[in-house]
Protein backbone atom coordinates (compact mmCIF):
# COMPACT_ATOMS: atom_id res chain seq x y z
CA UNK A 1 0.00 0.00 0.00
CA UNK A 2 1.23 3.51 -0.34
CA UNK A 3 0.73 6.35 1.46
CA UNK A 4 1.14 9.53 0.26
CA UNK A 5 1.11 13.02 3.16
CA UNK A 6 -0.57 15.81 2.78
CA UNK A 7 0.28 19.09 3.28
CA UNK A 8 -1.65 22.18 3.12
CA UNK A 9 1.42 23.51 1.03
CA UNK A 10 2.64 20.31 -1.17
CA UNK A 11 -0.71 18.78 -2.03
CA UNK A 12 -0.65 20.38 -5.56
CA UNK A 13 1.43 17.60 -6.49
CA UNK A 14 -0.26 14.86 -4.86
CA UNK A 15 -3.06 15.66 -7.43
CA UNK A 16 -0.64 14.82 -10.10
CA UNK A 17 0.73 12.06 -8.76
CA UNK A 18 -2.02 10.14 -7.43
CA UNK A 19 -3.66 10.34 -10.78
CA UNK A 20 -0.43 8.80 -12.29
CA UNK A 21 -0.72 6.07 -9.54
CA UNK A 22 -4.24 5.40 -11.01
CA UNK A 23 -3.20 5.26 -14.54
CA UNK A 24 -0.49 2.62 -13.12
CA UNK A 25 -2.76 0.80 -11.12
CA UNK A 26 -1.29 1.00 -7.60
CA UNK A 27 -3.46 1.60 -4.53
CA UNK A 28 -2.76 4.71 -2.33
CA UNK A 29 -3.71 6.30 0.40
CA UNK A 30 -4.06 10.03 1.05
CA UNK A 31 -3.27 10.48 5.02
CA UNK A 32 -2.65 13.23 7.22
CA UNK A 33 -1.41 13.73 10.78
CA UNK A 34 0.62 11.30 12.93
CA UNK A 35 1.99 8.50 9.66
CA UNK A 36 3.36 6.27 12.45
CA UNK A 37 0.68 4.51 13.54
CA UNK A 38 -1.15 4.26 9.84
CA UNK A 39 1.77 2.90 8.71
CA UNK A 40 2.39 0.43 11.60
CA UNK A 41 -1.16 -0.87 11.67
CA UNK A 42 -0.23 -1.34 7.80
CA UNK A 43 2.60 -3.43 8.53
CA UNK A 44 0.51 -5.07 11.39
CA UNK A 45 -1.43 -6.38 8.98
CA UNK A 46 1.35 -8.51 6.66
CA UNK A 47 1.52 -5.30 4.56
CA UNK A 48 3.90 -3.60 2.21
CA UNK A 49 3.69 0.32 2.98
CA UNK A 50 5.36 2.89 0.57
CA UNK A 51 5.41 6.21 2.71
CA UNK A 52 5.71 9.21 0.36
CA UNK A 53 5.72 12.95 0.66
CA UNK A 54 6.84 16.02 -1.16
CA UNK A 55 9.29 18.24 0.62
CA UNK A 56 8.95 22.22 0.36
CA UNK A 57 11.43 24.81 1.84
CA UNK A 58 8.53 25.24 4.18
CA UNK A 59 8.29 21.74 5.07
CA UNK A 60 11.47 21.05 6.06
CA UNK A 61 11.32 21.32 9.87
CA UNK A 62 8.48 18.96 9.70
CA UNK A 63 9.38 16.42 7.50
CA UNK A 64 12.73 15.76 9.03
CA UNK A 65 10.92 15.61 12.17
CA UNK A 66 8.77 12.78 10.35
CA UNK A 67 11.64 10.80 9.55
CA UNK A 68 13.47 11.02 12.79
CA UNK A 69 10.24 9.82 14.08
CA UNK A 70 9.82 7.03 11.62
CA UNK A 71 13.49 5.56 12.39
CA UNK A 72 13.17 5.70 15.78
CA UNK A 73 9.37 3.44 15.92
CA UNK A 74 9.38 1.56 12.82
CA UNK A 75 12.28 -0.49 11.52
CA UNK A 76 11.05 -2.82 8.91
CA UNK A 77 12.28 -4.11 5.14
CA UNK A 78 8.78 -4.01 4.45
CA UNK A 79 8.94 0.09 4.67
CA UNK A 80 10.12 2.36 1.78
CA UNK A 81 10.36 6.01 2.23
CA UNK A 82 10.24 7.77 -0.95
CA UNK A 83 10.53 11.83 -1.18
CA UNK A 84 10.29 14.10 -3.68
CA UNK A 85 9.51 17.68 -4.62
CA UNK A 86 11.76 20.89 -5.10
CA UNK A 87 13.91 20.61 -1.79
CA UNK A 88 14.36 16.79 -2.39
CA UNK A 89 15.59 17.54 -6.08
CA UNK A 90 17.51 20.08 -4.82
CA UNK A 91 19.56 18.43 -2.04
CA UNK A 92 18.75 14.66 -2.71
CA UNK A 93 22.01 13.79 -0.10
CA UNK A 94 20.24 16.11 3.15
CA UNK A 95 17.35 13.81 2.18
CA UNK A 96 18.75 10.67 2.32
CA UNK A 97 20.75 11.61 5.45
CA UNK A 98 17.54 12.37 7.15
CA UNK A 99 16.47 9.04 6.97
CA UNK A 100 14.52 8.60 3.45
CA UNK A 101 15.29 5.32 1.78
CA UNK A 102 14.92 7.10 -2.44
CA UNK A 103 14.60 10.67 -3.53
CA UNK A 104 13.20 11.05 -6.76
CA UNK A 105 14.28 13.59 -8.43
CA UNK A 106 12.16 15.90 -10.50
CA UNK A 107 8.83 14.90 -12.08
CA UNK A 108 7.25 12.25 -10.23
CA UNK A 109 4.99 10.83 -12.46
CA UNK A 110 6.49 8.09 -14.07
CA UNK A 111 9.38 7.89 -11.50
CA UNK A 112 7.64 7.13 -8.47
CA UNK A 113 5.45 4.27 -9.97
CA UNK A 114 8.03 2.39 -11.55
CA UNK A 115 9.92 3.05 -8.19
CA UNK A 116 7.04 1.26 -6.62
CA UNK A 117 6.30 -1.55 -9.54
CA UNK A 118 10.12 -2.47 -9.22
CA UNK A 119 10.63 -2.66 -5.72
CA UNK A 120 7.47 -5.11 -6.13
CA UNK A 121 9.23 -7.11 -8.92
CA UNK A 122 12.51 -7.09 -7.26
CA UNK A 123 10.41 -8.98 -3.80
CA UNK A 124 10.77 -5.98 -2.34
CA UNK A 125 14.65 -5.91 -1.88
CA UNK A 126 15.19 -2.07 -2.21
CA UNK A 127 19.35 -3.17 -3.43
CA UNK A 128 18.28 -4.44 -6.87
CA UNK A 129 16.73 -0.60 -7.14
CA UNK A 130 19.69 1.75 -7.86
CA UNK A 131 19.69 1.23 -11.81
CA UNK A 132 16.31 3.00 -12.17
CA UNK A 133 16.29 6.33 -13.48
CA UNK A 134 15.76 9.60 -11.66
CA UNK A 135 16.10 8.58 -8.30
CA UNK A 136 18.62 9.48 -5.82
CA UNK A 137 20.02 6.55 -2.94
CA UNK A 138 22.87 5.52 -0.70
CA UNK A 139 24.88 2.62 -1.79
CA UNK A 140 26.06 0.06 0.13
CA UNK A 141 28.94 2.02 0.86
CA UNK A 142 27.02 4.57 2.00
CA UNK A 143 27.98 7.28 -0.85
CA UNK A 144 24.80 9.09 -2.30
CA UNK A 145 24.61 7.94 -5.89
CA UNK A 146 22.06 9.64 -8.55
CA UNK A 147 20.62 7.48 -11.67
CA UNK A 148 20.57 8.72 -14.96
CA UNK A 149 17.57 10.86 -15.12
CA UNK A 150 14.59 10.32 -16.97
CA UNK A 151 13.50 11.90 -20.17
CA UNK A 152 10.78 14.65 -19.13
CA UNK A 153 6.89 13.79 -19.49
CA UNK A 154 4.55 15.39 -21.92
CA UNK A 155 2.01 16.97 -19.87
CA UNK A 156 -1.02 16.03 -21.62
CA UNK A 157 -0.23 12.45 -21.30
CA UNK A 158 -0.76 12.74 -17.34
CA UNK A 159 -3.69 14.68 -15.44
CA UNK A 160 -3.50 16.90 -12.37
CA UNK A 161 -6.14 15.86 -10.48
CA UNK A 162 -7.34 12.94 -9.50
CA UNK A 163 -11.00 11.61 -8.99
CA UNK A 164 -10.41 8.63 -6.49
CA UNK A 165 -13.52 8.76 -4.87
CA UNK A 166 -12.40 8.21 -1.62
CA UNK A 167 -9.30 10.74 -2.08
CA UNK A 168 -10.61 13.31 -4.72
CA UNK A 169 -8.08 16.15 -5.52
CA UNK A 170 -8.58 18.86 -7.68
CA UNK A 171 -5.78 21.26 -7.65
CA UNK A 172 -5.24 24.31 -9.91
CA UNK A 173 -4.44 22.90 -13.43
CA UNK A 174 -0.97 23.45 -14.56
CA UNK A 175 -0.64 25.22 -18.37
CA UNK A 176 2.87 24.78 -18.32
CA UNK A 177 5.59 23.12 -16.64
CA UNK A 178 9.62 24.53 -16.61
CA UNK A 179 10.70 28.20 -17.42
CA UNK A 180 12.61 29.56 -20.13
CA UNK A 181 13.85 32.67 -17.33
CA UNK A 182 16.84 31.64 -15.32
CA UNK A 183 16.49 33.81 -12.09
CA UNK A 184 18.98 32.98 -9.62
CA UNK A 185 16.78 32.60 -6.52
CA UNK A 186 13.88 29.98 -8.06
CA UNK A 187 13.81 26.51 -8.34
CA UNK A 188 11.87 25.96 -11.58
CA UNK A 189 14.35 25.99 -14.06
CA UNK A 190 16.95 24.07 -12.70
CA UNK A 191 14.37 20.95 -11.58
CA UNK A 192 12.10 21.27 -14.64
CA UNK A 193 14.26 22.66 -17.53
CA UNK A 194 12.68 25.05 -20.47
CA UNK A 195 8.36 25.53 -20.54
CA UNK A 196 6.69 22.59 -21.54
CA UNK A 197 2.89 23.10 -22.39
CA UNK A 198 -0.27 21.59 -21.81
CA UNK A 199 -2.33 21.42 -24.85
CA UNK A 200 -5.76 23.74 -25.30
CA UNK A 201 -7.46 19.85 -26.06
CA UNK A 202 -5.70 18.50 -22.84
CA UNK A 203 -6.93 21.53 -20.89
CA UNK A 204 -10.50 21.45 -22.39
CA UNK A 205 -10.62 17.90 -20.88
CA UNK A 206 -9.85 18.76 -17.46
CA UNK A 207 -11.50 21.66 -17.37
CA UNK A 208 -14.86 19.21 -18.72
CA UNK A 209 -14.12 17.03 -15.66
CA UNK A 210 -14.03 20.21 -13.00
CA UNK A 211 -17.37 21.16 -14.41
CA UNK A 212 -18.80 17.59 -14.26
CA UNK A 213 -17.61 17.11 -10.79
CA UNK A 214 -18.16 20.53 -9.24
CA UNK A 215 -21.32 21.60 -10.42
CA UNK A 216 -23.48 19.67 -8.30
CA UNK A 217 -21.23 20.84 -5.83
CA UNK A 218 -21.04 24.47 -5.47
CA UNK A 219 -22.97 27.78 -6.68
CA UNK A 220 -19.67 28.44 -9.09
CA UNK A 221 -17.17 26.51 -10.84
CA UNK A 222 -13.98 28.25 -10.52
CA UNK A 223 -10.83 27.00 -12.81
CA UNK A 224 -7.71 28.33 -11.52
CA UNK A 225 -4.51 27.60 -13.35
CA UNK A 226 -0.71 27.32 -12.07
CA UNK A 227 2.07 28.54 -13.96
CA UNK A 228 5.43 29.88 -14.06
CA UNK A 229 4.85 32.18 -16.21
CA UNK A 230 1.10 32.25 -17.73
CA UNK A 231 1.53 34.92 -20.33
CA UNK A 232 4.51 32.66 -21.53
CA UNK A 233 1.93 30.17 -22.09
CA UNK A 234 3.33 28.46 -25.91
CA UNK A 235 5.49 30.94 -26.44
CA UNK A 236 7.87 30.19 -29.22
CA UNK A 237 10.89 32.64 -28.62
CA UNK A 238 11.59 33.75 -25.17
CA UNK A 239 9.85 36.82 -23.66
CA UNK A 240 7.26 37.48 -27.21
CA UNK A 241 3.85 36.15 -25.43
CA UNK A 242 1.92 34.22 -27.81
CA UNK A 243 -0.64 36.23 -28.37
CA UNK A 244 -3.14 33.89 -30.48
CA UNK A 245 -2.20 31.24 -28.69
CA UNK A 246 -3.41 32.85 -25.49
CA UNK A 247 -6.30 34.64 -26.84
CA UNK A 248 -7.42 30.69 -28.41
CA UNK A 249 -6.90 29.71 -25.07
CA UNK A 250 -9.09 31.91 -23.20
CA UNK A 251 -11.82 32.34 -25.67
CA UNK A 252 -11.55 28.79 -25.88
CA UNK A 253 -12.91 28.64 -22.23
CA UNK A 254 -14.94 31.17 -22.15
CA UNK A 255 -17.92 28.65 -23.70
CA UNK A 256 -17.91 26.97 -20.36
CA UNK A 257 -20.05 28.18 -17.60
CA UNK A 258 -16.90 28.89 -14.86
CA UNK A 259 -15.63 31.47 -13.01
CA UNK A 260 -12.34 31.59 -14.71
CA UNK A 261 -8.81 32.85 -12.79
CA UNK A 262 -5.98 33.92 -14.49
CA UNK A 263 -2.72 35.31 -13.19
CA UNK A 264 -3.75 34.83 -9.68
CA UNK A 265 -0.77 32.91 -8.28
CA UNK A 266 2.48 34.83 -6.61
CA UNK A 267 4.51 36.24 -9.33
CA UNK A 268 2.45 34.54 -12.06
CA UNK A 269 2.90 36.68 -14.96
CA UNK A 270 6.20 38.98 -15.55
CA UNK A 271 6.33 42.58 -15.70
CA UNK A 272 7.29 42.78 -19.39
CA UNK A 273 4.40 40.30 -20.79
CA UNK A 274 1.88 42.46 -19.81
CA UNK A 275 1.41 44.86 -23.27
CA UNK A 276 -2.01 46.51 -23.95
CA UNK A 277 -2.38 43.49 -26.20
CA UNK A 278 -2.00 40.73 -23.50
CA UNK A 279 -4.22 43.01 -21.05
CA UNK A 280 -7.06 43.04 -23.60
CA UNK A 281 -6.97 39.08 -23.14
CA UNK A 282 -8.21 40.07 -19.29
CA UNK A 283 -11.55 40.77 -20.79
CA UNK A 284 -12.35 37.17 -20.85
CA UNK A 285 -11.39 36.05 -17.36
CA UNK A 286 -13.09 36.78 -13.86
CA UNK A 287 -10.61 38.32 -11.46
CA UNK A 288 -9.75 41.92 -11.53
CA UNK A 289 -6.30 41.62 -9.60
CA UNK A 290 -3.11 40.51 -11.51
CA UNK A 291 -0.17 38.94 -9.74
CA UNK A 292 3.16 40.51 -10.98
CA UNK A 293 7.17 39.51 -10.21
CA UNK A 294 8.63 42.70 -9.87
CA UNK A 295 10.88 41.60 -7.58
CA UNK A 296 13.11 44.78 -6.43
CA UNK A 297 13.19 48.46 -6.94
CA UNK A 298 16.68 48.27 -7.93
CA UNK A 299 17.69 47.57 -11.44
CA UNK A 300 21.40 46.35 -10.44
CA UNK A 301 19.76 43.92 -8.06
CA UNK A 302 17.13 42.75 -11.18
CA UNK A 303 20.34 42.36 -12.79
CA UNK A 304 22.06 40.13 -10.12
CA UNK A 305 18.90 37.99 -9.72
CA UNK A 306 19.02 37.19 -13.76
CA UNK A 307 15.28 38.44 -14.11
CA UNK A 308 15.61 39.80 -17.44
CA UNK A 309 13.43 42.35 -17.03
CA UNK A 310 13.91 45.83 -15.74
CA UNK A 311 12.35 48.16 -12.66
CA UNK A 312 10.72 50.01 -16.03
CA UNK A 313 9.60 47.31 -17.28
CA UNK A 314 7.35 46.94 -13.61
CA UNK A 315 6.22 50.84 -13.83
CA UNK A 316 4.71 49.65 -17.36
CA UNK A 317 2.93 46.93 -16.14
CA UNK A 318 1.64 49.21 -13.36
CA UNK A 319 0.47 52.03 -15.43
CA UNK A 320 -1.25 49.36 -18.19
CA UNK A 321 -2.89 47.47 -15.35
CA UNK A 322 -4.34 50.38 -13.39
CA UNK A 323 -5.42 52.02 -16.31
CA UNK A 324 -7.48 49.39 -17.55
CA UNK A 325 -9.04 49.43 -13.94
CA UNK A 326 -6.91 46.14 -12.89
CA UNK A 327 -5.50 45.55 -9.30
CA UNK A 328 -2.11 44.77 -9.64
CA UNK A 329 -0.57 42.14 -7.01
CA UNK A 330 3.14 42.52 -7.42
CA UNK A 331 5.79 40.19 -5.41
CA UNK A 332 8.93 41.69 -4.16
CA UNK A 333 12.35 39.69 -2.69
CA UNK A 334 13.83 41.57 -0.12
CA UNK A 335 17.71 39.90 1.49
CA UNK A 336 18.97 38.77 -1.84
CA UNK A 337 22.49 38.24 -1.90
CA UNK A 338 24.66 41.25 -2.27
CA UNK A 339 21.55 43.36 -1.99
CA UNK A 340 22.92 46.82 -0.04
CA UNK A 341 20.67 48.63 2.71
CA UNK A 342 20.45 51.18 0.32
CA UNK A 343 19.25 49.30 -2.71
CA UNK A 344 16.19 47.71 0.06
CA UNK A 345 15.51 51.01 0.64
CA UNK A 346 14.71 51.50 -2.88
CA UNK A 347 12.44 48.51 -3.09
CA UNK A 348 10.06 49.88 0.21
CA UNK A 349 10.08 53.26 -1.33
CA UNK A 350 8.87 52.36 -4.84
CA UNK A 351 6.71 49.86 -2.49
CA UNK A 352 5.25 52.31 -0.81
CA UNK A 353 4.68 54.74 -3.76
CA UNK A 354 2.99 51.81 -5.76
CA UNK A 355 0.81 51.38 -2.80
CA UNK A 356 -1.92 53.70 -4.03
CA UNK A 357 -3.20 51.62 -6.24
CA UNK A 358 -1.20 48.40 -5.83
CA UNK A 359 -0.93 45.39 -3.68
CA UNK A 360 2.07 43.87 -2.57
CA UNK A 361 3.17 40.26 -1.34
CA UNK A 362 6.62 40.77 0.27
CA UNK A 363 8.88 38.10 0.49
CA UNK A 364 12.52 37.29 2.08
CA UNK A 365 14.48 35.57 0.19
CA UNK A 366 15.97 31.79 1.52
CA UNK A 367 18.47 30.00 -0.12
CA UNK A 368 17.02 26.97 -2.31
CA UNK A 369 18.50 23.61 -2.94
CA UNK A 370 19.38 23.37 -6.65
CA UNK A 371 19.61 27.28 -7.11
CA UNK A 372 22.61 28.76 -8.38
CA UNK A 373 22.27 31.19 -4.67
CA UNK A 374 21.74 27.72 -3.05
CA UNK A 375 24.93 28.53 -0.96
CA UNK A 376 24.44 32.32 -0.78
CA UNK A 377 23.49 33.90 2.83
CA UNK A 378 20.85 36.23 2.57
CA UNK A 379 21.37 39.70 2.73
CA UNK A 380 20.25 40.89 6.55
CA UNK A 381 17.84 44.05 6.99
CA UNK A 382 18.18 47.08 9.29
CA UNK A 383 16.10 47.37 12.21
CA UNK A 384 14.94 50.81 10.18
CA UNK A 385 14.18 48.39 7.35
CA UNK A 386 12.24 45.87 9.68
CA UNK A 387 10.32 48.74 10.76
CA UNK A 388 9.35 50.40 7.73
CA UNK A 389 7.73 46.99 6.68
CA UNK A 390 6.11 46.73 9.92
CA UNK A 391 4.46 50.09 8.23
CA UNK A 392 4.06 49.19 5.56
CA UNK A 393 2.36 45.75 6.84
CA UNK A 394 -0.01 47.94 9.09
CA UNK A 395 -1.34 50.41 6.54
CA UNK A 396 -1.89 47.19 4.70
CA UNK A 397 0.28 48.30 1.41
CA UNK A 398 2.38 44.68 1.95
CA UNK A 399 1.41 41.16 3.03
CA UNK A 400 2.87 37.71 2.45
CA UNK A 401 4.86 34.99 4.41
CA UNK A 402 7.79 37.64 4.94
CA UNK A 403 8.06 36.42 9.03
CA UNK A 404 7.90 33.31 8.44
CA UNK A 405 10.53 33.65 5.61
CA UNK A 406 12.57 35.77 7.59
CA UNK A 407 13.01 33.14 10.20
CA UNK A 408 13.40 30.25 8.20
CA UNK A 409 16.32 32.34 6.54
CA UNK A 410 17.86 33.21 9.78
CA UNK A 411 17.46 29.21 11.37
CA UNK A 412 19.38 27.98 7.68
CA UNK A 413 22.65 30.38 8.49
S1 LIG B 1 11.14 33.38 -10.97
FE1 LIG B 1 9.60 33.03 -12.55
S2 LIG B 1 10.55 33.81 -14.43
FE2 LIG B 1 12.20 33.51 -12.94
S3 LIG B 1 12.97 31.44 -13.36
FE3 LIG B 1 11.41 31.27 -11.74
S4 LIG B 1 9.54 30.81 -12.79
FE4 LIG B 1 10.97 31.59 -14.31
Not at 3 to 22: E, F, N, P, V
Not at 312 to 320: E, I, S, T
Not at 349 to 362: F, M, S, V, Y
Request: net charge positive.
Amino acid sequence: MILLYWDKTTWYALGALSSSLQQYNLPYKIIRGDPIPQIQSLLDQGLHVIYGESARITTMDALKERLKQLKAHISSPRLMTVVGGPSASGAPEKILSLGADFVVIGEGEVTFPKLVQTWIKANFQKKYLNSLPGIALFDEAGECIQTPSRPRINLDEYYPYSDNEEFPLHPPIELMRGCAFRCRFCQVPYTYGNPRFRSIESITKIIEHYVHYFKPLKINVDIRFIAPNSLGYMEKKRGQPNYEALANLLRHLSQYEIRLFFGTFPSEIRPEYITEQTISLFDMITNRQISVGFQSGSDRVLKEMRRGHSVADGLQAYDLLVSQGFTPVFDFLLGVPSETTAEQWQTLTLIRDLGRKAQTRLHYFIPLPGTPWEASPSSPLSSEIQSEIGRLAKAKIVRGAFARQLQIALKGK
